[in-house]
């Protein structure tokens, strides 16, 4: 095969009209696991009561979200995926962080992934920083980039290849360090410990070197990978939320993610043993996440 087996169902109306008669939710109702608990729904991000009917009472230890970006992806738009004036765009970004920060518990991790637009200033990453410094109860932690091995570009621009992922804490939460597959290999680094000259392998607590904010390590999703979701656009990779899982929740706490699209969250709770409650204004992608978890 030497493309995607469906074009983006964002784009395609003809697929969409014959898809939407299999999705088992409609607007504004929630389906849950029989086995697990996790619970998707067809809700809306920016609206509180549908962001606490899905909770249903409870506090997210870990909410990810990754919501539109306000640029095109793929150079396409959509109703699901459209380009807002900036102004508009930030009042659905603070709807919905106001509405995250209601269900977060008490010390607790947020993640968000967002863009950067290269050809608009950059546009809307910068002023979605400067939003969340009027959230005094969320501490900005730490400004991760993910590298794409795909991207965007001109001959007279250095190609776009970024991923950012927004990094914030509600109190105090714990923070579990994990590690990343690529062996150490670094040597000659000496610390004195207990009196003792010791190299920096031995000092480790592990063979492999620990991420940092800078991610190289993982592959951006595309149509040959195992993982893929045919017609979804913007797929996150299921090693990234692990990792971020690992590092930021712990085994039965409960998850949130507020855009679902291709239920890489939902997936990715259900491996490590997480409680994940996700939901999308678009049914499709609501069903698209039910399946996958039900396939798995």
Known sequence: MEKEALPRLDTAPGIREALLPCCRLKKGEIWEDPVKGHRVGVLDAAVLTDVERIMGGEKAACIINDPPYNLKVGGKSSRQLSRRALDTYMDFSRAWVINAAAVLAENSHLYVWLGADQNDGFQPLPDFMIMMRGFPDLQARSFITVRNQRGYGTQKNWMAVRQELLYYVKGSPPFTAVYTDIPKVLKGYYKSVGGVLTENIERSRSPNIR??????????????????????????????????????????????????????????????????VTFDLDPLYAELSIRRLEHF
Not at 268 to 275: H, W
């Open 211 to 276: 991420p940092g904010n800078v991610w190289l390590d993982i592959q951006q999703v595309f149509y040959r990978m195992e993982e893929n979701v045919p017609g979804a656009y913007a797929q996150k990779p299921l090693k990234a939320l692990e990792r971020i899982l690992l590092a930021s929740s712990a085994p039965a706490e409960l998850v949130a993610d507020f855009f679902a699209h291709a239920g890489t969250t939902l997936l990715a709770c259900e491996k490590l043993g997480r409680r994940c």
